[in-house]
């Protein structure tokens, strides 16, 4: 039961696996397939296909009170995985608005447990195809016996489209399409002749049962989904949410290229675990403003591989002097660039500096495309003020060519002021640059002085490790923003073996950040 952990969280299966004494002693078909060991434990044989089918009844009987009929000669339903299933589409209609509770299911097979387990669990609607002749007549007989005849449609098909066919003569809109396709191109296929299976991978621990049609299809399961993308082209504005199992993990790859094919961006991939098994899901939809949930087995994995420090060995070429200080004062310019708050501490034992990071937007994204903005926004504003300052030389020297014709017409004693006149003219020129420097000493002389209250903050931090000094970056933050954080996570910048090296670790927000964040210090830190 290695992959019980990853199941559905609500999966009723997930921590209590069914007890096959209990069931034996409500259920004598299932006794007569359960054998005990010398210390009185019940076992089942899993490659006997009545063992399977009467574990099915069972289970569908005595926790959801469905009571159904399954032959031999056709698929028999693993109910965990097929629960795991309609589990996943309550989590992706949860958040949706103006959900209708009507799906659709792609083959619903003898057993119908799809519609059968979506209408009990939910009182949902379904509109099922079927290609087979026997399971379609199998099908309608258990809608009957759980008196689902109202909820639950079964139409027999041809099977030479995937939902075209079926929704011929019916204008209703659904939420979803599911489907658990033929897993197999041919019979070497299905036989494992021409299959990718390792020679240390152990041989399935249960038998199929199912017949031809539901198992082999041509193409295999890739070409059979590649099917339903394509239609759902067409059918976009009837069926919100398109889905489908996938049984070959070789072919999720297939599946996304045929969807980026028909520019289809919001799709999502999930996994079914039960038992030793696992399947995969994938769901896709023209609507972008859906957001599909991810699987306990995708947070998990997110979560074991962000819970790792994140390590970075600065290299020397970062800084002029190479030790711990003048890193750890490059790292905190690039900090105050990107405007995420700091709180710096030394300990002067270890000589290492720790930063507390708190970010609250995403600046670090997307820089290329900022500095050609910046860039393109730097030369506007030069070229305006450059036509500016020439208009008014041109204007000064202008009234200049009066004065000058003025003192041609006077006498001696009025002479001094159309000189001194001019004068004012070129001063005011003077002025004109004077006020450019002036604005320009303005600026330096805020950044410096910024800079040497950073200065001293690192000094005075330096001293001991009990000496905490914020670093204020960026706009100032309302509390009500700082509430708001994008990520908080720790930084070390210490020394390790002969290099410095920079160690970040999570504390809380959004983990995928703090790779972000480390990834431009990577690229930028020797700028």
């Not at 949706?96 to 659709?104: E, Q």
């Not at 504003?381 to 003025?406: A, C, I, P, W």
Request: net charge neutral; aromatic share 8%.
């Amino acid at each position: 039961m290695a992959l019980n952990k990853y199941m559905h969280p609500r999966n009723l299966y997930k921590d209590k696996a069914p007890n096959f004494k209990t069931l034996a002693e409500k259920y004598p078909d299932f006794a007569k397939c359960v054998f005990k060991d010398l210390k009185g434990k019940c076992h089942l044989d899993y490659k006997s296909p009545t063992s399977l089918r009467q574990l099915a009844i069972a289970l569908l009987k005595e926790d959801f009170d469905l009571e159904v009929e399954m032959p031999l000669n056709r698929l028999i339903p693993t109910i965990p995985l097929r629960l795991n299933y309609i589990l996943w589409i309550e989590d992706i209609l949860k958040d949706l608005t103006d959900v209708r509770g009507k799906g659709i299911d792609i083959g619903t097979g003898a057993t119908c447990v799809y519609p059968l387990l979506g209408c009990k669990k939910n009182n949902w609607e379904f509109l099922a195809s079927e290609v087979d002749e026997t399971n379609f007549t199998i099908a309608e007989k258990n809608i009957q016996k759980n008196n689902m005849q109202e909820k639950i449609k079964v139409k027999k098909v041809s099977g030479k489209t995937a939902l075209l066919e079926l929704l011929e003569g019916n204008s209703d809109e659904f939420d979803f399409c599911m489907c658990n396709p033929p897993f197999f191109a041919d019979h070497m296929d299905a036989q494992a002749i021409m299959s990718s299976r390792s020679d240390e991978r152990p041989e399935p621990s249960s038998i199929n049962t199912a017949s031809v049609g539901e198992s082999i299809t041509e193409g295999g399961e890739a070409e059979f989904i590649k099917k339903i993308i394509v239609e759902s082209v067409d059918l976009q504005g009837r069926i919100k949410i398109f889905t489908s199992m996938i049984g070959k993990k070789t072919n999720i790859p297939l599946v996304k290229k045929e969807l980026r094919d028909h520019k289809i961006p919001n799709y999502q991939t999930t996994e079914f675990c039960q038992g030793k098994t696992m399947r995969w899901g994938i769901a896709w939809t023209f609507d972008m403003s859906v957001i599909f949930p991810r699987s306990l087995f995708q947070e998990t994995k997110k979560s074991r591989k962000l819970s790792l420090p994140l390590t970075f060995e600065v290299p020397q070429s970062a800084v002029s002097v190479y030790d711990v200080d003048h890193v750890a004062n490059k790292v905190m310019e690039m900090l105050k660039v990107l405007q995420i708050e700091n709180l710096k501490s030394v300990d002067s034992k270890t000589k290492t500096v720790h930063l507390k990071l708190t970010a609250f937007k995403n600046t670090w994204s997307h820089q290329r495309r900022k500095r050609r903005e910046m860039k393109r926004r730097g030369e506007e504003q030069t070229s305006e003020g450059t036509e500016v300052k020439k208009l008014k030389v041109t204007e000064n020297f202008t009234e200049r060519e009066k004065s000058d014709k003025q003192l041609e017409n006077s006498c001696e004693k009025c002479q001094e002021s159309p000189c001194n006149q001019g004068e004012r003219e070129v001063t005011s020129v003077s002025d004109f640059n004077d006020d450019q420097t002036f604005k320009g000493k303005k600026i330096e002389e805020k950044v410096n002085k910024s800079g040497d209250g950073e200065k001293a903050a690192n000094q005075g931090a330096s001293s001991s490790k009990d000496n905490v000094v914020p670093c204020v970056t960026g706009d100032s933050l309302s509390e009500e923003d700082k509430d708001q954080f994008l990520v908080k996570c720790d930084m070390f910048i210490k020394i390790a073996a002969d290099s410095i090296s920079l160690e970040m670790v999570y504390r809380e927000g959004q983990k995928d950040q703090m790779h972000q964040i480390l990834q431009y210090l990577k690229n930028h830190i020797t700028d």
